[in-house]
């Protein structure tokens, strides 16, 4: 048990359907993160909670819609998504400061059909 | 913006032997953090080290040491002892100390595939 954990840890999901996937933190941390991990790319920084609140969005399509209703959990809720958005999404967390590690939790792997 | 590079996509090393990973980034910050990760086949990641740019000391942990070369930009990651569990991806990953939106994020490279020969 790391601390972080996300569920599903496979998703099958068609282009029309909406989904969501879950993050929790065992860690009593204020930050958590949201990455996107696709074969041969770095991983990609999606979204950034502070204490509950989005502090960073890189220009992720709506189609992702992210949600932090407390500092211990996390969703990212996903609608109308495309193939290309197959991939492993890895939730993190995090203490404030810098010199802090973050952890991970085991991903999502997720099949857009 | 900064950038992480890994330019060896897969290595591989006998057990018992050392290899060194490599890694490069670009940043115009004096200070910020370095980060090993590792990802084993669970798909967990795992901080292996970390090395902080105002040090000039090497990190190290047990068999896994760096080469932190600041003015070169340089960060690679050396396992002494090679041993079967430490086969993986291994990615590097800075994180910046600077004001502003980015502080605290990690960038990663695109890793690097280890394997360990028995």
């Known amino acids: 048990e790391t601390g972080v954990t996300q569920t599903p840890r496979h998703l099958v999901m068609g282009m029309t359907n909406k989904k969501s996937l879950k993050c929790e933190q065992h860690?009593?941390?204020?930050?958590m993160y949201w990455y996107k991990q696709s074969a041969k790319k770095p991983l990609e920084l999606m979204f950034v909670?502070?204490?509950?609140?989005?502090?960073e969005n890189n220009s992720v399509p709506s189609r992702f819609s992210p949600e932090c209703p407390n500092s211990s959990h996390l969703f990212l809720h996903l609608h109308t998504l495309q193939p290309e958005d197959s991939a492993l999404y890895l939730c993190?967390?995090?203490?404030?400061?810098?010199?802090?590690?973050?952890?991970f939790g085991q991903g999502t792997r997720l099949t857009v059909v | 913006a900064q950038t992480v590079t890994q330019s060896q996509p897969e290595m591989s090393v006998q057990e018992a032997e050392t290899v060194t990973l490599s890694c490069t980034y670009d940043?115009?910050?004096?200070?910020?953090?370095l980060f090993w990760y590792k990802q084993p086949p669970s798909r967990q990641m795992i901080l292996v080290i970390r090395?902080?740019?105002?040090?000039?000391q090497n990190a190290t942990e047990n068999r896994f040491s760096v080469n932190f070369q600041k003015a070169a930009k340089s960060f690679s990651l050396k396992i002494s002892d090679s041993q079967l569990g430490d086969a993986a991806m291994y990615f590097c990953?800075?994180?910046?100390?600077?004001?502003?939106?980015?502080?605290?994020?990690?960038?990663f490279g695109k890793g690097t595939k280890l394997s360990v020969k028995p």
């Open positions: 940043t115009s910050e004096s200070d910020y953090y």
């Open positions: 860690l009593g941390h204020n930050a």
């Open positions: 090395q902080e740019a105002y040090k000039q």
């Open positions: 993190a967390s995090s203490q404030d400061g810098v010199n802090t590690e973050a952890f």
């Open positions: 909670y502070n204490f509950k609140e989005q502090t």
């Open positions: 990953a800075y994180r910046s100390v600077e004001e502003g939106g980015s502080q605290g994020n990690l960038i």
